[in-house]
C-alpha cells in the first residue's frame, strides 16, 4: 500500500470517527477537487444517510442566519449534534452578513456538538448544489445528528440546492417587498414547512395569512405544510419549527438510511441530466434540433413532444 494511499484511509477513518480536524481537513479536499475527493466519497457512502439535512432558504435579509442559529441552540438542547452548510450570500442588501453570520454563530464555537462551514458561492466545478451536497454528506459521516443547509432562495441554484435536503423550510418575512411573489415563483413548490420570521413586526400575521391562502389552492396531501411564525431574536416559535422539522423527517422515514441517502441522490442526478440537457439545446446547432424549434416555433409540434425528440436525439449526440 502506497503511502498516499494510507493517508486517504486515514482520513475517512478519522472522518468516521467524528474527529472534526479530519472533517475541516476533508471539506478542503472535496472543495478543490482533488483525485483523492472520489476516494474518500466512496469511503464513506456506506456510512451515510443518518443526518437529517434541513435547508433554510429565503429572500436576502429574511433572518435566516439568525434563524439557524436559534435552531442550534434548540436542538442542541435537545441533545442533538448540528453542522451547518452556509453558502455566502453576498446579497447587495444585507452585503456584510457572513460577517455577522460569524459573529451571531461564534456563540457555538467552544462547542464540540456544532460545526459550521461557509462555501463561497462561485468556483464549484459540477455546481454549488453537487458541493454543498458532499460537504453535507462528509458533515452526516462525521456523525452530526442534523445537517443544515442554509441558503439564498433567489436564484436557481439556490433552489436546487434546497431541495437536496429532506426537509426543506422556507422563510420570509413581512416587508421584504416582492417577497410573497418570489416564493410564490419558486421556492414554495418544494417548501416542507413555511415559516415567517420577525413575527415581531407589524405586517406579519398579513404575511401568514397571504402563505395560507395561496397554500390552500393545493392538492392535499399527507404532509400538511405548517405556516409558523417565528422571531429569531427572542427565539419565540423555535420550539414549534423544530417539533415541525422532526415530524417532517419522520414521516419521510428519514430513519431508514437507503431511502434517505436514494431520495438524495436521485434529486442531485435529476439536477445534473436536466443541466446537461440545457447546454445541449442551447448550444446544438444542428439540423435535427434547428428542425424541432422551427416546427416548435410553426407549432407543428407541441412543447412537450419537442422535448421529447431532444432528449431522443441526445441519446446519440452526447459526448462520451
Ligand atoms: N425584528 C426582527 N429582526 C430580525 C429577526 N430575525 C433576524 N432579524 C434581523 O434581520 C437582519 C437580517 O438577519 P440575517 O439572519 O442576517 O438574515 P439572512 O436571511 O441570513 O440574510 P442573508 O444571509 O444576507 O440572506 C439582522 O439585522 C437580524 O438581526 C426577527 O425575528 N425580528
Ligand atoms: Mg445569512
Known amino acids: 500500500m502506497d503511502q498516499q494511499t494510507t493517508v486517504k484511509q486515514g482520513l475517512a477513518e478519522r472522518l468516521l470517527a467524528g474527529q472534526t480536524t479530519a472533517l475541516a481537513r476533508a471539506i478542503s479536499v472535496i472543495e478543490g477537487n482533488r483525485p483523492a475527493a472520489r476516494d474518500l466519497l466512496k469511503a464513506i457512502r456506506p456510512h451515510l444517510g443518518k443526518a437529517v439535512v434541513v435547508g433554510f432558504t429565503g429572500p436576502p435579509g429574511a433572518g435566516k442566519s439568525t434563524l439557524v442559529n436559534a435552531y ?78 442554509e441558503t439564498v432562495g433567489a436564484g436557481q441554484s439556490e433552489v436546487e440546492m434546497a431541495e437536496i435536503a429532506d426537509v426543506k423550510i422556507v422563510i420570509s418575512a413581512p416587508g421584504l417587498g416582492d417577497d410573497i411573489q418570489a416564493i410564490k415563483a419558486g421556492i414554495l413548490e418544494i417548501a416542507d414547512v413555511l415559516v415567517v420570521n420577525k413575527s415581531d413586526l407589524p405586517l406579519a400575521k398579513r404575511t401568514v395569512q397571504q402563505l395560507q391562502a395561496m397554500l390552500g389552492l393545493r392538492a392535499a396531501s399527507d404532509w400538511e405544510i405548517p405556516v409558523l411564525s417565528t422571531n429569531a431574536i427572542d427565539r419565540s416559535g423555535v420550539q414549534e419549527l423544530a417539533d415541525a422539522v422532526t415530524q417532517k423527517a419522520e414521516l419521510n422515514g428519514t430513519k431508514s438510511n437507503r431511502s434517505a441517502i436514494e431520495g438524495r441522490t436521485r434529486r442531485l442526478l435529476a439536477q445534473m441530466v436536466a443541466k446537461l440537457a440545457q447546454e445541449h439545446v442551447l448550444a446544438d446547432k444542428s439540423p435535427a434540433t434547428t428542425a424541432i424549434i422551427t416546427a416548435l416555433q410553426e407549432a407543428d409540434l407541441d412543447l412537450q413532444d419537442a422535448a421529447r425528440d431532444i432528449l431522443k436525439q441526445m441519446n446519440e449526440s452526447l459526448p462520451k
Not at 434548540?74 to 453558502?87: D, H, I, P, S, Y
Not at 456538538?113 to 455546481?127: D, K, N, P, W
Open 72 to 149: 442550534i441552540q434548540e436542538m442542541r438542547k435537545r441533545g442533538k449534534t448540528v453542522g451547518v452548510v452556509a453558502v455566502d450570500p453576498s446579497s447587495p442588501i444585507t452585503g456584510g452578513a457572513v460577517l455577522g453570520d460569524r459573529i451571531r454563530m461564534a456563540e457555538h464555537v467552544m462547542d464540540n456538538g456544532v460545526f459550521i462551514r461557509s462555501l463561497a458561492s462561485r468556483g464549484h466545478l459540477g455546481g454549488l448544489s453537487a458541493s454543498a451536497a458532499r460537504v453535507a454528506d462528509l458533515m452526516d459521516a462525521a456523525g452530526f445528528d442534523i445537517v443544515i443547509l
